[in-house]
Every structure is written in C-alpha cells, then in structure tokens.
C-alpha cells in the first residue's frame, strides 16, 4: 500500500467501489465499516477528514469494504447493529433486527398490562424485541423464546452485555417446550414471507437464515400456528400482538377475528404500512 492514505481518501475510494457494486446507501456503508475498523466515531471522520491511517488498517479496511460489495449485511460484517437505541450483537444465526420492529415495541408498551405482567416473545433471534422491553419495563417477567440453539446463545448474550438479568431466553419451537403460562401479553416478530418470494434473492434476505423468514406457501403458517396455538397460553383479556408483511395486516385480523380474539387492531410503521397486528383473548366462555 502506498504511504499517506487519509480517513477521507479511504472513505473517498470506498464509497466509489461501493456505489459501482450497487449498494443503496455507498456513503453511509463506508463510514460505518471504517468506524468499525478503527473502533471510533463517524465524528471523527469530519472533524479530522485529514488524519493518517495505518497501513494495517487501511488493507483490512479494503477487505471489509470487499465484503459489502459481495453484499454481505453491514451487521453481519460488523457483528453489530442498533436496535431501540441500544447495542445488539448479530450474527448469520439470526435476523438482523430492523427500524420496522421498533414498531412491535412501542405497540407492546402501550397496551394495558399489570405492571408485573409476564411477557412472552416468540421466535426472538438476537433478543431484541425482548430486551427492548426489559429496557422499558423492569418489572415485566419477560421470556423470549427460539428453535435456534445458536438464536438463543446469541439473544442470552446481548442480556449480559445490556445488564438486563430480568430478561429469559429458552429454546424452544414456538410454544412448545415452553413452562406453562398465562401470559400477559405475547409478541412476535414471526417468519412471513412466502416460499419463493423474489425478494428473498435480494439485498440482505439473501444472506439471513431462510427459517426465521420464510412460512410457507403463502408467508402466513407461522402465524397460523401462533394465533391457535396462544389461546392456551394467554390469560382472560392477555394480548397477543404480532409482526407481519405489509400487505398481511387484513388477513391476521380476520384470522384472530375468526379464532375469537377481541379489541382487533393493526398499527402502521415509519413508511405507512401496516405492521403490526393485535387483539385481546376473551378467555373461554366469552367471545
């Protein structure tokens, strides 16, 4: 490598090969690997745009960058990304958690629950949906659930370094092998894209686990199997609150509608679609 290479002349060279590999945000992609690289601040980058970088760096700064241009997710080049303002550590064993999600949480903290209501989340890959609540709620029993071993490892993981002990993560395939409830208040960010989808051939999807995202023919089994499943699991009047497709939120409503539940509602995120979808379990004997 020549001598004399700057933060800007590499940040510079990196957004040019990143934006002729196609990525949308070429700019961004490159300060955040250089941050990475250098363990430091996108401050940095405009307060000192002129500062050396050590040869070493720089080369697997490049390395990096190749990395992204092949189209692996920043996150899992990282091992890091931001959820619900707080630090999560991500890996190839789960989904990398999205602004869209944020949704799900806010949803979930203004629904009214006991202050002490025992929560559950359903497929929680890293813990995200999980520890955001804790974060909120320290008083809610909070349990977040996964078929992934490696998902469970992970999200258990992201508990320790966040400081949040109240949160507990357990293997399991939906409800089963779960203790017995009730719950308070259910949520999930469950698979919802059907099999085949051209969607799944693009951008990060192509490189996160096809079981956290895919259910079935039509993206709906999974959610099937959770809107049937939850009443036995749920206290009179619990919630269950679910994630799903954008042009899904019609669809869950009628099924929670048919399957008894009460108080049906759906929630739009940042872009205006649809995303969340909920309702409240009479309990049996009423509907």
């Known amino acids: 490598m020549t001598q004399g290479h700057t933060l800007e002349s590499l940040l ?19 300060e955040l690997l250089l941050s990475h690289q250098l363990d430091c601040s996108r401050t940095r980058f405009m307060t000192w745009p002129e500062q050396k970088v050590a040869a070493e760096d ?10 992204r241009c092949e189209g692996t997710p920043i996150a899992y080049i990282t091992g890091e990304c931001e959820f619900w303002s707080l630090p999560f550590a991500t890996s190839q064993d789960a989904l990398i958690p999205r602004q869209d999600t944020e949704t799900l949480v806010e949803q979930a903290l203004l629904l009214p629950v006991p202050d002490d209501a025992r929560v559950l989340d359903l497929g929680t890959g890293t813990g995200a ?26 999200a258990s993981r992201n508990r320790d370094a966040l400081g949040l002990p109240g949160v ?50 039509d993206g709906m089994e999974a959610i099937r199997r959770i809107v049937r499943e939850a009443p036995e699991h749920l206290h009179p009047w619990g919630w ?48």
């Open 129 to 154: 949906v999980a520890l955001a609540l804790g974060s909120e709620r320290y008083g809610w029993d909070i349990t977040g659930s996964d078929a992934s071993p490696a998902a469970v490892a992970l």
């Open 240 to 287: 269950l609150l679910l994630e799903h497709g954008y042009e899904q939120g019609q669809a869950i409503v009628d099924l929670l509608g048919e399957a008894g539940f009460r108080d049906l509602f759906s929630r739009r995120d940042l872009t205006g679609h649809f995303r969340v979808t909920g309702g409240r379990w009479p309990g049996n004997g009423e509907s």
């Open 58 to 67: 720089a080369d697997a700064y490049r390395a990096l960058v190749a990395q």
């Open 12 to 30: 510079a060279a990196a957004t040019e090969r990143l934006e002729n590999a196609g990525t949308t945000t070429p700019r961004l992609d490159a």
């Open 168 to 217: 507990t993560f357990v293997e399991s395939d939906w409800f089963r092998g779960l203790e017995p409830g009730p719950w308070d208040l259910i949520v999930s960010n469950p698979p919802y894209v059907a099999e085949g989808d051209e969607h799944l051939e693009q951008g990060d999807l192509r490189f996160e686990p096809h079981a956290a995202l895919v259910a079935g023919n």
